[in-house]
């Protein structure tokens, strides 16, 4: 018979066992680990009290000379922006503002300027013709003994008529014709068979009724009735084979007469009295004056605009070397030259 022996094989732990043996490692070490987290909170608590460090004065230089630097930069690029701003203020403006046409067409022969007028604007017919109809003259005032005007028979007109002897005399606000029949009956003492181009819109201009009440007919349905009012004043005088108006603005009459080929030996400036009118009216007007041509106009010392019409004309003299001439309340520029 086999010996037993009689030692009992270690047994496994049991679970139970086991879980109280690990927790009561844990619980063992719990201390210390609270131990530690409790040092290194205590640390980082302080470290966190202290103020940031400082930076190195070189740092710091170094920081400020960068944020003066962009500073600086910025404040020339506003300055340098709002310089070139202004620059571009100062700068004149484009040619095309400031040019006139001075070239026109080639003249037509004086003996064509009534019939290229009159086919151009009235479909080869005279205005006159029929003129006036009874309805029309219903509403007319009869013709004055001396027609309402500004200075439309001064002794400018005489003095010019003997010395140019115009063929064809372009006028630049007609209003109700004064100073162009004065001018036809001038060149009719002369024997000139000259032809009178009456450049207005005859639509007046704003509160004009209000002082002339008694030479004007009264309006009709908007229209002024200037036009019909001159046209009557032109037949009384028998001078409707040569004085014929173009009842248009002055600028874009006198760019037709241009394209035309229409020249003047005498032309009158007497419309708008801003400087800006009278500019435009003068430059447009030298384009169509024939060289010997004599261009002069009304108006010269009258203060509208800050004497608009003045500055007008002398800075259009001084600009194409010409000399102004006052001749009573008109103006007179010297001879147009051959090569203008």
């Known amino acids: 018979m086999k010996d037993v022996d009689h030692r009992r094989p270690p047994s496994s732990p049991t679970p139970s066992s086991s879980f109280f043996s690990t927790r009561t490692g844990l619980l063992s070490t719990a201390p210390a680990i609270a131990a530690i987290f409790f040092v290194f909170g205590y640390f980082l608590g302080i470290s966190s009290s202290f103020p940031p460090a400082l930076p190195s004065p070189s740092t710091s230089f170094s920081t400020n000379n960068m944020i003066n630097t962009a500073t600086s930069t910025t404040a020339q690029k506003v300055v340098a922006d709002a310089a070139d701003q202004q620059q571009q203020q100062k700068r004149p403006p484009p040619p095309d503002?400031?040019?006139?046409?001075t070239k026109c067409a080639d003249p037509v022969p004086q003996s064509q300027h009534l019939q290229t007028v009159l086919s151009r604007v009235y479909n080869s017919t005279s205005p006159y013709e029929g003129f006036p109809s009874p309805e029309?003259?219903?509403l007319l005032l009869p013709t004055a003994r001396r027609l309402r005007g500004w200075g439309s028979t001064t002794a400018?007109?005489?003095d010019l008529v003997h010395a140019v002897r115009p063929l064809t005399v372009i006028e630049l606000g007609t209003f109700l014709g004064a100073s162009a029949l004065?001018?036809?009956?001038?060149?009719r003492n002369l024997s000139l068979p000259t032809l009178i181009l009456c450049l207005d819109d005859f639509r007046g201009w704003p509160g004009f009724r209000a002082r002339l009440r008694r030479d004007l007919p009264a309006p009709r349905h908007g229209d002024s009735l200037l036009l019909h009012q001159f046209m009557l004043h032109v037949a009384d005088a028998?001078?409707?084979?040569?004085?014929i108006p173009m009842p248009f603005s002055t600028g874009s009459s006198l760019a037709a007469l241009c394209e035309w080929g229409v020249y003047g030996d005498l032309i009158e400036v007497d419309a708008g009295h801003d400087f800006h009118s009278a500019w435009?009216?003068?430059n447009m007007a030298y384009a169509v004056l024939r060289p010997g041509g004599v261009l002069f106009g009304h108006d010269?010392?009258?203060?509208?605009?800050?004497r608009g019409v003045r500055r007008a004309v002398n800075l259009f003299a001084k600009v194409n070397g010409l000399k102004v001439r006052p001749h009573g309340q008109h103006w007179v520029l010297s001879?147009?030259?051959?090569?203008h």
């Open 97 to 101: 503002l400031l040019r006139f046409r």
């Open 136 to 138: 029309t003259s219903s």
């Open 156 to 158: 400018v007109f005489s």
């Open 182 to 187: 004065h001018v036809a009956s001038l060149t």
């Open 238 to 243: 028998g001078e409707t084979a040569r004085v």
């Open 280 to 282: 435009a009216d003068i």
């Open 300 to 306: 010269y010392f009258t203060v509208a605009d800050d």
């Open 335 to 339: 001879p147009k030259p051959s090569h």
